[in-house]
C-alpha cells in the first residue's frame, strides 16, 4: 500500500530548490538488511548504491533504509554548540526519518529538525522538529536484546509520506547538562535514517474499525506459554516456545493459531458471550494451570490486524519468540511519529516504524506489543501471539510482565481521537481479561533500571498505566495521558464489572 498524501508533509514552504542532479551514494545502516542477513555492520557498503555519474537510473529498491552520515554544517547561525547535518539533496524515495549514533548509552542532547521533498510536486516542508527523547523506549538493561551489538541510539521516527528530498540539521543544546559547566557535544557517528514500508504483498487493514463482533463462538484465547527456563524470562533469541525461522509466515502466525487460521490478515472480533466461552474451553484444556485464565470477567474481543495484514517483512526480525511470566500492566504510548497520515496509511506507518526499530536501532522486533491508528484499528505488534506475554521494548525498565500499547501519532497538543480511545479501551479490557486484571486496579512490578526506579523497585502501578509512570517521559503525550482515567472506566465496563 503506497497511497500517500502529498499533503501528509505539512508543507508550509512552496518554494521548489534545485536540487543536485545525482544522488548520494548510500551506505548501508546498522543490520541493513536485517539481523539474518549477517551484514557486516553500519559502515558496510550498500550494493545497491546509487552511481554518482548522473540522474537515477534505477527504480527505488521497495523496503530499504537509506543510511546516511551527517556532516558539520557552516552558515550564519552562529554560537558554540556544535552543529550537524545535510545540505538539501535528492534521495530514493522514503517515508519515514529518524537519526540514529552508535552508542545507545550517549544522549543527544540538542534539536533535530529536518525538512523534506514531497515526491511528485517537488514542494519542499517546513522544518518539522524531530523527538530527540527516546531513550526511554528499548529493550531492558542487561538483557541480551540490549547487549547486542547492533543496538543504537536514536531519536523517536517522523512519518513524512511520499518524499524524495531531505535537508537536515541537528544542534547541541547551548546549555551545560545540569551540574557540570562543559558544554553538551553531540554523540559520535550520526546518521539519518530514511525508511521506505515496501508495498504490502496483501490487501492489509481497512480504513475504518469494524466494532462489529461475531455472533457464533469461535475458538481463541489460548493459555499464554510458559516462560522457557521454569518460569523465569529469558532474553535469548529464539529461546521462546515457538522458534520458528524469519521470513516464515506460517510459524510466525503459529502463536495465534486458536485465534485464527495460518497467514489469516487479521483476528476476528468476538462477542463478549463468544469470548468467555472460548476462554473457557481453553482454561479445560489447559494443561500449564496458567494464572488468571479462569478469571470471571473479560471484555470481547476486538478485531486485530496481524503481522501479514499489515505487511511485516519476516525477514527483518530474529527467530523466535521471547515471553515473559505473566502481564499485570499495559503501559499506554504515543509514536511520536506525527499525525499527518491518514488510515489507509497506517500500515506503511507501521512497517516503517518495524523496520526502524529493527534496522536502524537494532532491536530484534519492534518495540510495541500492539498499535493503535487514528481509525480505531488495532494491530498486533512484536512478534509472538496476541493473547501471550510477550516480552517488548516499549518501557525501559518495566518490559518483563507487561505489554505496550501505541497509538500512531503525537499526543503532547493533540487530542486522540475517540476512535483511538474506544480502541485501546477495548484493546486492554480483553488482554487484561486473560489475565485476570480489573483495568482500574493496581499492582506491582519490578524495576529493571530506569531514572525514576532503581533496579530492583518493586514499583505500585496503575493495571492501566501511561509510559511515564515507568520513565520520566513526555510519553504518551499530556492529552493522551489524560484520556487513561476514561479507557480504564470503559474497559472496566466491558469486563461487566
Same mark, same amino acid.
Given at each position: 500500500m503506497r497511497g500517500y498524501l502529498a499533503s501528509s508533509i505539512g508543507v508550509t514552504c512552496a518554494a521548489v530548490l534545485t536540487l543536485p542532479f545525482a544522488l548520494p551514494a548510500t551506505e548501508a545502516g546498522p543490520g541493513e538488511r536485517g539481523p539474518s542477513a549477517g551484514t557486516a555492520g553500519p559502515d558496510a557498503a550498500d550494493t545497491r548504491a546509487i552511481s554518482a555519474a548522473g540522474p537515477v537510473a534505477e527504480q527505488a529498491v521497495p523496503g530499504e533504509t537509506q543510511s546516511l552520515p551527517l556532516v558539520p554544517l557552516t552558515g550564519p547561525r552562529g554560537g558554540t554548540a556544535p552543529e550537524q547535518g545535510l545540505k538539501p539533496q535528492a534521495v530514493r524515495s522514503f517515508s519515514l526519518v529518524g537519526v540514529v549514533w552508535g552508542d545507545p548509552g550517549a544522549e543527544l542532547r540538542g534539536s533535530v529538525q529536518? #525538512?523534506?521533498? @514531497?515526491?511528485?510536486?517537488?514542494?519542499?516542508? %517546513?522544518?518539522?522538529?524531530?523527538?530527540?527523547?527516546?531513550?526511554?523506549?528499548?529493550?531492558?538493561?542487561?538483557?541480551?536484546?540490549? #547487549?547486542?551489538?547492533?543496538?543504537?541510539?536514536?531519536?523517536?521516527?517522523?512519518?513524512?509520506?511520499?518524499?524524495?528530498?531531505?535537508?537536515?540539521?541537528?544542534?547541541?543544546?547551548?546549555a551545560p547538562k545540569a551540574g557540570t559547566t562543559r558544554a553538551p557535544m553531540l554523540p559520535d557517528g550520526l546518521r539519518v535514517a530514511l525508511v521506505d514500508p515496501g508495498a504490502e504483498s496483501q490487501p492489509g487493514a481497512t480504513t475504518q474499525n469494524s466494532h462489529t463482533a461475531a455472533s457464533a463462538p469461535q475458538s481463541g484465547g489460548g493459555a499464554p506459554a510458559d516462560t522457557p527456563g521454569a518460569g523465569?524470562?529469558?532474553?535469548?533469541?529464539?529461546?521462546?516456545?515457538?522458534?520458528?525461522?524469519?521470513? @516464515?509466515?506460517?510459524?510466525?502466525?503459529?502463536?495465534? @493459531?486458536?485465534?485464527a487460521p495460518p497467514n489469516a490478515m487479521e483476528i476476528p472480533a468476538l462477542s463478549k458471550a463468544a469470548t468467555e466461552e472460548a476462554l473457557n474451553k481453553a482454561t479445560l484444556e489447559a494443561s500449564d494451570g496458567s494464572e488468571g485464565r479462569a478469571g470471571p470477567y473479560i471484555g470481547p474481543r476486538p478485531r486485530i490486524v496481524t503481522r501479514h495484514?499489515?505487511?511485516?517483512?519476516?525477514?527483518? #526480525?530474529?527467530?523466535?519468540?521471547?515471553?515473559?511470566?505473566?502481564? *499485570?500492566?499495559?503501559?499506554?504510548?504515543?509514536?511520536?511519529?506525527?499525525?499527518?497520515?491518514?488510515?489507509?496509511?497506517?500500515?506503511?506507518?507501521?512497517?516503517?516504524?518495524?523496520?526502524?526499530?529493527?534496522?536502524?536501532?537494532?532491536? #530484534?522486533?519492534?518495540?510495541?506489543?500492539?498499535?493503535?491508528? *487514528?481509525?480505531?484499528?488495532?494491530?498486533? %505488534?512484536?512478534?509472538? &501471539?496476541?493473547? *501471550?506475554?510477550?516480552?517488548?521494548?516499549?518501557?525501559?525498565?518495566?518490559?518483563?510482565?507487561?505489554?505496550?500499547?501505541?497509538?500512531?501519532?503525537?499526543?503532547?497538543?493533540?487530542?486522540?481521537?475517540?476512535? @483511538?480511545?474506544?480502541?485501546?479501551?477495548?484493546?486492554?479490557?480483553? *488482554?487484561?481479561?486473560?489475565? &485476570?486484571?480489573?483495568?482500574?486496579?493496581?499492582?506491582?512490578?519490578?524495576?529493571?533500571?530506569?531514572?525514576?526506579?532503581?533496579?530492583?523497585?518493586?514499583?505500585?502501578?496503575n493495571v492501566i498505566s501511561g509510559h511515564r509512570d515507568g520513565f520520566a517521559t513526555e510519553c504518551p503525550g499530556r492529552l493522551l495521558y489524560g484520556k487513561l482515567g476514561l479507557v480504564r472506566s470503559i474497559a472496566a465496563r466491558l469486563q461487566g464489572r
Open positions: 529536518i #525538512r523534506t521533498r @514531497a515526491t511528485g510536486t517537488g514542494r519542499w516542508s %517546513g522544518w518539522q522538529d524531530v523527538e530527540t527523547h527516546n531513550s526511554d523506549h528499548g529493550p531492558d538493561p542487561e538483557t541480551a536484546e540490549s #547487549r547486542s551489538s547492533r543496538v543504537r541510539g536514536s531519536t523517536a521516527p517522523l512519518w513524512v509520506g511520499d518524499s524524495d528530498g531531505i535537508e537536515v540539521r541537528v544542534r547541541a543544546a547551548d523465569a524470562p529469558s532474553d535469548t533469541p529464539g529461546a521462546g516456545a515457538s522458534a520458528d525461522a524469519p521470513g @516464515a509466515g506460517s510459524a510466525t502466525s503459529a502463536p495465534n @493459531a486458536d485465534l495484514g499489515w505487511g511485516a517483512d519476516e525477514g527483518l #526480525r530474529e527467530g523466535g519468540f521471547i515471553y515473559t511470566d505473566s502481564v *499485570k500492566v499495559a503501559f499506554v504510548h504515543h509514536t511520536a511519529s506525527g499525525n499527518n497520515y491518514s488510515c489507509s496509511q497506517a500500515p506503511s506507518v507501521i512497517r516503517s516504524i518495524y523496520r526502524y526499530h529493527v534496522v536502524s536501532s537494532g532491536w #530484534r522486533d519492534i518495540g510495541y506489543n500492539f498499535l493503535v491508528d *487514528k481509525c480505531g484499528n488495532i494491530y498486533e %505488534g512484536r512478534a509472538g &501471539g496476541v493473547a *501471550k506475554p510477550v516480552m517488548g521494548a516499549h518501557t525501559l525498565g518495566f518490559n518483563s510482565n507487561s505489554t505496550g500499547i501505541a497509538v500512531l501519532g503525537s499526543y503532547g497538543s493533540v487530542d486522540p481521537p475517540a476512535a @483511538a480511545v474506544d480502541a485501546l479501551a477495548e484493546l486492554a479490557a480483553w *488482554k487484561l481479561g486473560l489475565y &485476570g486484571l480489573d483495568p482500574r486496579g493496581k499492582t506491582y512490578l519490578e524495576s529493571a533500571g530506569g531514572n525514576l526506579y532503581p533496579k530492583g523497585t518493586n514499583v505500585r502501578l
